[in-house]
């Protein structure tokens, strides 16, 4: 995929879901989608599936998480999980999708785009069941022109930076060749903020300049790097840092209109969840590895990830979400915690991938 260090959070569309903070505003929010999703909590189902679709990727991004040796836990490293082509892969994604039954799926690896043969057929059957599907790539081989006819597919580019340090940190996926790649598309760029991006003065916001200007460029996402417990990296922010990041999209975001990053979400940034049983995305996500049966827990990061110092844009997004109150008296966060239990004690359980 290109999950960047930590940016699953562009694994799950805020907006197509309903949960971007545009949706929030008086009643604009789309309730139904919520209600969707409340509804498949409540049947002992995650509403949304993530697969990481191939083990292989051309890159070695520094700080991945999808090649940390605890990523999967037990079953080993990703690089050594048996994974599915052919016809075997595009019949077990549809398998999963015909027993999940999600509202949304997320298609990343690896990099999924080593497996477009089988995405060919493979989108245009989900499009067909009317799912929802983010699809994250690094755009270092070309997207499939055809793609451009499905309504239903959500495409995001990951950018590590401008491009002296990206082409440094994801080269063969360079400016050049995302650049050649995107062009005709229309989709969201997605940027990861590790500590190195906050050094020099200005940088984000030379970086949304760049991506702002880009026809093909619809939304411009922000995470913050999610660092692993016991980790000591370059990427990782200190507090100051994440006080600093934030203040610098809430200016940003004032000013360049393509940056999608809700108020809420980014205050959500410096109160992630305490842990993933606080987590509406790690408990409403079911997040399945490359040979269609492993899990990811406890959410896409998979290993053992700093809850405190979750950086993902889409868990903030739902943390904002889950304080908002429906009708001015129910949190939303109450009511998925509550579907789930009433569906635990039904006895459905869905959730387990294999
Ligand atoms: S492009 Fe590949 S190496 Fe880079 S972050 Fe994504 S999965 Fe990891
Ligand atoms: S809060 Fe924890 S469980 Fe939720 S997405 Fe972040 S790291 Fe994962």
Redesign the pocket.
């Known amino acids: 995929m290109h999950r960047g260090m930590g940016d699953?959070a562009c694994e799950f569309n805020p907006e197509v879901d309903g949960f971007g903070d545009q949706k929030m505003k008086g009643r604009s929010w789309d309730l139904s989608v919520l209600i969707r999703a409340g509804r498949a909590v409540l049947l002992g189902r995650q509403p949304v599936l993530s697969i990481e679709i191939t083990r292989e990727c051309p890159l070695r991004c520094p700080g991945c998480y999808a090649f940390e040796p605890g990523h999967l836990g037990k079953a080993g490293p990703l690089r050594q999980l048996s994974d599915l082509q052919g016809e075997a892969l595009v019949s077990g994604v549809l398998e999963l999708v015909n027993r999940f039954r999600p509202v949304h799926v997320s298609i990343v690896g690896g990099e999924p785009l080593v497996r477009y043969r089988e995405l060919n057929i493979l989108l245009p059957q989900l499009s067909g069941l009317g799912v929802e599907v983010q699809f994250v790539t690094s755009a270092v081989l070309p997207i499939p022109t055809s793609w451009r006819e499905l309504p239903n597919l959500h495409l995001a580019v990951s950018v590590d930076g401008l491009q002296p340090e990206h082409d440094r940190r994801r080269a063969p996926a360079t400016y050049e060749r995302i650049l050649k790649h995107i062009a005709g598309h229309r989709l969201n760029v997605h940027c990861t903020i590790t500590r190195q991006l906050l050094k020099p003065p200005g940088y984000l916001e030379e970086f949304a300049a760049f991506w702002s200007e880009r026809e093909e460029i619809r939304k411009i996402w922000f995470s913050l790097y999610?660092p692993q417990e016991g980790e000591r990296s370059e990427e990782r922010l200190t507090p100051q840092d994440r006080v600093k990041a934030v203040e610098e999209l809430s200016r940003l975001r004032a000013r360049f209109k393509k940056i999608d990053l809700p108020q809420g979400a980014l205050e959500s940034y410096l109160r992630?969840?305490a842990?993933?049983e606080?987590?509406i995305?790690?408990q409403t996500t079911l997040c399945v590895s490359a040979d269609l049966a492993t899990r990811i827990t406890?959410?896409?990061?998979g290993g053992n990830?700093?809850?405190t110092e979750?950086?993902?844009m889409?868990?903030a997004g739902l943390v904002a979400i889950g304080r908002h109150k429906v009708a001015g008296l129910i949190r939303v966060s109450d009511i998925y915690s509550f579907s789930r239990r009433l569906g635990e004690q039904l006895g459905v359980d869905g959730r387990t991938a294999a």
């Open positions: 699953a999610t992630p969840p842990s993933p606080e987590c995305f790690a406890p959410c896409q990061f990830p700093v809850c979750c950086g993902c889409v868990s």
